[in-house]
């Protein structure tokens, strides 16, 4: 039993110490949370987080009194990557906060670059986040380390 719990608590000690270090970026409106030595440029209202070999990049932008109406939200999105995929590849649903989530993944051929987007949307508010990311990346740990960052990201009103 002794053996089984120091086994258990080696695991865990191990585990913890390899877990990747995070700091939080916060505004007034919403929170994200960032690996430890990533940066954080606000300029303005849209703020970009890159690892420092600025391999790729989440950028986060917010609109107020924007009158977009939910209709064309989705068309508004193809257009942000001249894309000419149909409105259906981006889902939608009733989010947190009274917000409706929009997600889109596009590949971007000439440029090899992957883009996630997240919209979120109430009344006349609307945040897009979105990861950019080159092709020859997109994989192992920069992936997740990106979609980990992507995710926490959170409405504070």
């Known amino acids: 039993?002794?053996?089984?719990?120091?086994?258990?608590?080696?695991?865990?000690?191990?585990?913890?110490?390899f877990a990747q270090k995070q700091?939080?970026?916060?505004n007034s409106?919403?929170?994200?949370n960032l690996p430890d030595g990533w940066k954080a440029m606000n300029e303005g209202d849209i703020v970009n987080i890159?690892?420092?070999?600025?391999?790729?990049?989440?950028?986060?932008?917010?609109y107020h009194d924007l009158n977009l109406p939910k209709a064309e939200t989705k068309k508004f999105i193809l257009a942000l990557y001249k894309s000419s995929d149909d409105?259906?590849?981006i889902k939608s649903k009733n989010g947190k906060k009274g917000y409706t989530e929009y997600f889109y993944e596009y590949f971007d051929?000439?440029?090899?670059?992957?883009?996630?987007?997240?919209?979120?949307?109430?009344?006349?508010?609307?945040?897009?986040v979105s990861i950019n990311c080159?092709?020859?990346?997109?994989?192992?740990?920069?992936?997740?380390?990106?979609?980990?960052t992507f995710n926490s990201f959170k409405i504070k009103k």
């Not at 089984?4 to 913890?16: A, M, P, Q, V, W």
Request: no cysteine.
């Open 50 to 62: 890159f690892p420092t070999n600025e391999i790729g990049a989440i950028t986060i932008s917010e």
């Open 29 to 32: 409106n919403y929170s994200i």
């Open 134 to 148: 080159g092709q020859k990346y997109w994989n192992g740990n920069y992936m997740t380390l990106f979609n980990e």
């Open 1 to 17: 039993m002794i053996k089984k719990s120091i086994l258990i608590i080696t695991l865990l000690l191990g585990f913890f110490s």
């Open 23 to 26: 700091k939080v970026y916060e």
């Open 109 to 128: 051929e000439k440029e090899k670059l992957f883009w996630i987007t997240k919209v979120f949307q109430k009344d006349k508010n609307l945040y897009i």
């Open 87 to 89: 409105e259906s590849k």
